[in-house]
C-alpha cells in the first residue's frame, strides 16, 4: 500500500475528533497506516503530519522538520514516527512564532508555543522513548498533537491580526 492519501482540509470532521491510541504497534493496520503517513508527508512541503490528517483517526503523527518552500529556516532531523504521543511542559514560557497547516492552505500565523517540553511516545519498533525538545521541532510536536485532539493552530491564535495570507508571510520573510 503505497497510496498518497487526500489531505483533509478545514471543515472535514475528522480534523475535529478526538483520535484512538493505537493498541498494537506490530499489527498490519498499523504498518500500513505508518506507511501511508510516511508517503503522503514525502510529496508534500510539510514539516509534519497526523493520522487524522489523512483520514485516519488515529494517534500516530511523523515529525520530519527540515528546511522546504514553506518552512525555509527549519532544522534538518530525520522524518520520526510517533505513536501514541505526549508531552510535560518544561518550562511555562511561551513563544509565539509562524504555523501553517497542509489543512489550512494559503493561511500563517502566529500561535503561541510552549519553548521547552517532555516528549514521550513509541516508537515505529515498539520502543519507549522520552526526549527533551525545545524550539522550531518542540512546536511541530505541539501542533501535531493538537490534531489528535480535534484542535487546528487557529483554535490557540490569541488575535486575529496574527492571521495573514502565506504570500504576504512570504513577504515578510524577504524583508
Ligand atoms: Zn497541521
Not at 2 to 26: F, K, M, N, S, W
Not at 82 to 96: C, D, F, R, T, V
Not at 154 to 171: C, G, P, W
Request: glycine letters at 6%; proline letters at 6%; a negative charge.
Amino acid at each position: 500500500m503505497t497510496a498518497i492519501y487526500e489531505i483533509a482540509q478545514l471543515g472535514a470532521d475528522i480534523l475535529r475528533q478526538i483520535a484512538e491510541p493505537i493498541t498494537d504497534v506490530h499489527s498490519p493496520e498499523t504498518r500500513d497506516m505508518i506507511i501511508a503517513l510516511q508517503t503522503t508527508l514525502a510529496t508534500s512541503q510539510g514539516v509534519g503530519l497526523a493520522a487524522p490528517q489523512i483520514g485516519l483517526s488515529k494517534r500516530l503523527i511523523i515529525v520530519a522538520s527540515r528546511p522546504t518552500t514553506r518552512y525555509p529556516d527549519a532544522p534538518l532531523m530525520e522524518p520520526t514516527v510517533m505513536i501514541n504521543p505526549s508531552y510535560e511542559i518544561l518550562s511555562g514560557e511561551q513563544e509565539k512564532d509562524w504555523e501553517g497547516c497542509l489543512s489550512i492552505p494559503s493561511i500563517r500565523a502566529l500561535v503561541p508555543r510552549y519553548l521547552r517540553i517532555l516528549i514521550r511516545y513509541t516508537n515505529q519498533h515498539g520502543g519507549p522513548v522520552e526526549s527533551e525538545q525545545e524550539g522550531f521541532i518542540a512546536r511541530i510536536f505541539q501542533h501535531e498533537i493538537d490534531h489528535l485532539d480535534g484542535k487546528v493552530y487557529l483554535d490557540r491564535v490569541v488575535d486575529t491580526r496574527d492571521i495573514v495570507a502565506e504570500s504576504e508571510y512570504f513577504k515578510r520573510l524577504r524583508d
